[in-house]
Every structure is written in structure tokens, then in C-alpha cells.
């Protein structure tokens, strides 16, 4: 008998590997099902059977069950006993009332919308372009624009990541030296909301386009921050409001390639213009070198797929930084997946 040689994989184990990357779309539309119906919310209080949870929600109790059974298995919920189902702590974070809950974003990411633009990826890796205007007709945030129903989950979802990152940025970050905050394409105000909490002497001004910050009073009224931060809206693409000493973007410029990225950093360097201290804080995902895994490596696809535009080495933050009248000053890790990448005009 001849031994194995140690040198070539576990067959059977790579073929594991790749049998679950290739079924992994199921279990991720699954847990976005169970989401929408609000399951975890009806096992807060106790356990309770698929025929009882199926009455509820109005759906097949067959389904529902073979449903719960699957993603059971995965650690969202618990089969007991006859049937019944309980509470895991995957599954709590699905709640919609959790502290820290990822409903947001289970219901945007592994959602229809999001399915029918994937089935087109070969059409982005063939063009480079995003496979959603072939899908839907128009480019993605044109396509929000029009669909409120679709934007509000994509805004939702935004948030939810911005408080999923946000404690880490801020552990990592100082923000002191900061008096005027500005938080360009800032959505509802999430990200200077919560800088503007632990920074009470600061004021803020969110900036994105005029659809979008319709929403952001009441939250920011909700933060207790709306006295301290101006609302303002506006195209980036055309220009920037001025009036800040240091400009904040989160999860921005990724959308766009370099000629659009560039075209918005630029409008922040001449809004900045001579203003002593001025620095522009981007929060990003950094891609890493060599087969280290990483989330941005599939945020990139997502980049790719969708809006169009692509997550970035250091290298080519960098490059790109220099092409808009900025110096890349450093890159200070989170505790996240997300970096600080601090920029200061030259």
C-alpha cells in the first residue's frame, strides 16, 4: 500500500469546499426569507412550532417548516422537539428590535434584487461594467431614485453597516482636533451622527443628494444631533459644500472608478481650498496582498456587479489621492474590516 502524498490536497476535502461554495446562494437567500417574515421576532418570547409561526405570516407551514429546518441547520434557530423551533444567537441578531441587529442587511444583500443582477456577472467580468443596467434597465443609484421601496432597504442596510463599523473607527480614531465635520454622500447621517455624539463641541454638515437627505431629520432629531449638524444637498460630482476642516466619506468612493472618483475628491480638495489642519478621512476597505482572506475582496465583486466601481490597495489609494491634489498621510486599521485612510492637500 502506498501512502498518500502529502503534497497533494484532500480531494474529498476540496470537493466539500467547493460543493458548499457552490450551494452558498441557498442558505443566503434562505436567512433573507426568514428575515423579511420577521421569524425571529415571533420566537423572542419562546419557542414555537412551524405550523403556529406559518399561521402568523400568513405562509405554507410545510415550506416554513423545510425552511427552518435547512437554516437550523446552519445555527439560525434550533429544532426542538415536535417540531418546535427556539431563539440562537445567529438567529437573535435577525431581530429587528436587537441593539446590534443585521436584519438591514440580511434584507438588502442576499435579496431578488441583488439575485437578478448576479445571474449577469459573467456580463461584468467580460466588460468591466456593472451587470445592473442590462438587469434593470438603469444604472443602480438611477434605479433607487426611482424605486423607493427598494432605496429605503439600500439606505437601511447602509446604516445598519455604518453601526456594525462605527464603534471600531471610533475606538481607533481620534477625532479631536476636528471642529467641522463634513460627511459627503453621508446618506441619513449615520456616520457624523454618531462622531458627533462622543464629540460634543463639534458641528457637522451631511451632504448627499437631495432624495436622500429628504429622510435625515428625523434621524438626526433622533441622535440628538440635529442642532449641531446642517443638512445640505447637492450633486459631489458637481460640488462640495465648503465650510469644514476635515471632509468624511464612508463606503464612497468605492462606488465609482477613477475617473468619478477623482472628479469627487477633487471638488473636497477645492472645497478644503487653504484651510489650516484640512484633512479628508476616507472609510474604506483596504484590499491585502496574496490569498489572505479579506472582505474586501468580496465587497470588490459586489463593486463590480453593482454600482461600478472597485475596492483599492493602498497603492492605488495612493495614486488616486495624488491625482486629486492630496497626499495619502496613513492608513490606521480598525478593530473592523474597515480602515481609516487619512489624506492631507499638497
Known amino acids: 500500500m502506498t501512502s498518500p502524498d502529502p503534497s497533494k490536497p484532500n480531494e474529498s476535502a476540496a470537493a466539500e469546499q ?25 420566537l423572542a418570547a419562546g419557542p414555537k412550532t412551524a405550523e403556529e409561526l406559518a399561521r402568523v405570516c400568513k405562509v405554507n407551514s410545510d415550506g416554513l417548516y423545510r425552511l427552518l429546518r ?15 423551533f427556539e431563539q440562537t444567537p445567529l438567529s ?18 442576499p435579496d431578488p434584487l441583488h439575485f437578478h443582477c ?23 443609484f438611477a434605479y433607487l431614485a426611482e424605486h423607493p421601496e427598494d432605496s429605503a432597504i439600500f439606505n437601511a442596510a447602509m446604516v445598519n453597516l455604518t453601526h456594525m463599523f462605527i464603534p471600531a473607527i471610533l475606538e481607533a480614531y481620534d477625532f479631536r482636533e476636528t471642529q467641522v465635520l463634513a460627511d459627503i454622500g453621508g446618506g441619513h447621517g449615520s456616520v457624523v451622527a454618531s462622531i458627533l455624539q462622543k464629540y460634543p463641541n463639534m458641528k457637522g454638515i451631511l451632504f ?53 472618483s477623482i472628479a469627487i475628491l477633487s471638488n473636497i480638495r477645492q472645497a478644503l481650498g487653504d484651510r489650516k489642519g484640512g484633512k479628508l478621512l476616507l472609510l474604506e476597505f483596504v484590499v491585502t496582498p496574496g490569498n489572505e482572506p479579506h472582505l474586501a475582496k468580496w465587497a470588490d ?10 475596492e483599492r490597495t493602498e497603492r ?16 490606521v486599521p480598525t478593530p473592523s474590516p474597515q480602515s481609516v485612510i487619512e489624506a492631507v492637500p499638497v
Open 301 to 310: 465583486i459586489e463593486m463590480l456587479a453593482m454600482p461600478g466601481g472597485k
Open 208 to 260: 448627499d443628494i437631495e432624495h436622500v437627505v429628504r429622510g435625515a431629520g428625523s434621524y438626526l432629531q433622533s441622535m440628538g444631533v440635529s442642532n449641531r449638524c446642517a443638512v445640505v444637498s447637492g450633486d459631489f460630482f458637481k460640488s462640495i459644500p465648503d465650510g469644514a476642516d476635515t471632509y468624511i466619506m464612508k463606503n464612497i468612493i468605492h462606488d465609482w472608478y477613477d475617473e468619478k
Open 18 to 42: 467547493l460543493f458548499q461554495l457552490a450551494l452558498g446562494f441557498i442558505p443566503a437567500i434562505s436567512v433573507n426569507v426568514v428575515a423579511k417574515l420577521s421569524i425571529a421576532e415571533q
Open 316 to 331: 492605488e489609494y495612493a495614486g488616486l489621492l495624488a491625482e486629486a491634489g492630496f497626499r495619502l498621510n496613513r492608513i
Open 70 to 84: 435547512a437554516v437550523a441547520s446552519v445555527g439560525v434557530f434550533r429544532e426542538l422537539e415536535h417540531g418546535r
Open 118 to 140: 448576479y445571474a449577469n456577472l459573467m456580463h461584468s467580468v467580460q466588460t468591466g461594467q456593472p451587470s445592473v443596467k442590462p438587469t434593470l434597465g438603469k444604472e443602480l
Open 92 to 109: 437573535d441578531l435577525l431581530r429587528a428590535d436587537h441593539p446590534q441587529t443585521l436584519r438591514p442587511f440580511v434584507v438588502f444583500f
